[in-house]
């Protein structure tokens, strides 16, 4: 009732102030779980794209602000600025969140490099923590009492749907993530939830857009932190640790006694270190050009390491493997030299799994009669599944199996984001960069 007399009140305004239409139409109600009687909220039901502008611009936290800051990329090698936006309004099954802590991953490199085409203006980041604000209206109540207010979540980049048929299936390859967020930069409705408070101007949305105070964020994409589990070093489980996880589980099957190379010795690539030891990997043998970052991979669980630029990696790893070569490789950077020794660095059966990205339309050569003869398997590898595996990270962390404070090496304030984008560029950071939003 209330939200029909709030549009009914708002198309009859033409000819008087907005404000006054607004306050006309707050009467006390009830919505879902929560009382409104403050008059925080008020709906408007114009066309689709002004509508959601409108009601953006209307929406409060209950008791907190109406607005927020979020960190904008605008075109491909320009600074980040830092923007006011609209209270972000959740829709169904949609969950809105006070962010704490922002990974920076070099996916979101890739974006402000234009090296991955993606729809501008956007707010960057996609590995998150932070504490549940609200919930959209109309939110399934198995939802609401997974993450009631007040409770700390993790955000995967991978937001299932739930509903389509990688979803069904339990696969978490979604369809309406590829088709909408990642070709649009929307959530599932085909409308981003970000609208800037001067213009109105919507702004897309790089997963839940994490480099904002306040993110929404589709359920199925979240799960419940410990308060035993610090918010910013947790951040990195959303990408970084879950990336990792679905291509030592899922792709590459990795089992006792592997031998395992990992090229590329990052956010991910350290990642996948810690995963493999924890699978009881034989032999975890680390590939980077950086001595540095080859020390820090002996802390995560390499057993050997190879410095690319001094040695040939690939007759390394066999020489350390009896001239088999390692029953897994996994290429993490994303260049088309390293996925060419991840794909002849492992034996005969082997399997050579791709977790890097790169620039768009990039190509990677393969000798087709060594893969053919020698059955090497070429596996793509895309993060892990969220409702699935996202908890069993968490539990992993909270036992101390996997090391949260040895993947993440700086801590940076929201306004130092852009700086930390440039760090990660020039190959300053070793590990993983966390943006505390708090």
Not at 10 to 38: E, I, N, T, W
Not at 304 to 317: S, T
Not at 318 to 336: F, H, M, N, S, Y
Request: charged share 20%; aromatic share 8%; with cysteine.
């Amino acid at each position: 009732m209330a939200l029909h007399r709030s549009s009914l009140l708002l198309r009859l305004a033409k000819g008087s102030s907005r404000r006054a239409a607004v306050q006309a139409s707050c009467s006390p109600f009830v919505y879902g779980s929560s009382d409104y009687s403050d008059c925080r909220r008020c709906y408007s039901s114009s066309g689709q794209d002004k509508g959601t502008m409108a009601s953006a611009t209307g929406y409060h936290v209950s008791n907190g602000p109406s607005y927020m800051r979020g960190a904008v990329f605008w075109e491909k090698n320009k600074p980040l600025t830092f923007e006011d936006f609209h209270m972000p309004r959740p829709k169904a099954n949609e969950v809105l969140i006070k962010t704490k802590a922002c990974g920076v991953c070099h996916s979101d490199l890739h974006v402000i490099k234009g090296e991955l085409p993606f729809a501008s203006p956007c707010v960057v980041g996609h590995e998150i923590t932070g504490e549940v604000v609200e919930h959209g209206p109309l939110t399934d109540s198995k939802i609401i009492e997974r993450f009631p207010v007040g409770s700390h979540v993790v955000g995967a980049f991978i937001m299932p749907c739930g509903s389509c048929l990688f979803c069904s299936k339990a696969n978490d390859l979604c369809e309406s993530f590829f088709a909408y967020n990642r070709a649009k930069g929307t959530l599932y409705d085909g409308e981003t939830r970000l609208f800037l408070r001067g213009s109105g101007k919507p702004v897309y949305m790089y997963s839940m857009g994490g480099l904002a105070e306040f993110c929404v964020v589709p359920a199925h994409g979240l799960a419940v932190l410990p308060n035993s589990l610090p918010y910013t070093e947790s951040a990195i489980l959303g990408c970084a640790v879950f990336t990792a996880y679905g291509a030592m589980a899922h792709a590459a099957e990795v089992r006792p006694g592997d031998a395992v190379a990992v090229i590329g010795i990052g956010g991910v690539g350290s990642s996948c270190l810690q995963i493999a030891r924890a699978f009881g990997a034989s032999e975890i043998i680390a590939v980077d050009v950086q001595d540095e970052k080859l020390q820090k991979a002996k802390i995560s669980g390499a057993t050997h390491a190879i410095n690319a630029l001094k040695e040939d990696a690939v007759m390394k790893i066999k020489e350390i493997t009896g001239g088999r070569g390692v029953d897994i490789a996994v290429e993490a950077l994303g260049r088309t030299q390293t996925f060419s020794q991840c794909v002849q660095s492992v034996r005969d059966g082997g399997k050579a799994v791709m977790i890097g990205l790169t620039l768009s339309g990039a190509k990677g050569e393969v000798d087709i009669n060594h893969l053919v003869r020698r059955q090497i398997k070429v596996i793509g590898s895309y993060g892990g599944r969220a409702r699935q595996d996202l908890p069993k990270l968490i539990k992993l962390a909270e036992r101390g199996i996997f090391s949260l404070e040895a993947a993440v090496s700086r801590k940076c304030k929201f306004e130092e984001a852009g700086e930390a984008y440039k760090d990660l560029d020039q190959g300053k950071i070793i590990g993983r960069a966390v943006v505390e939003i708090m």
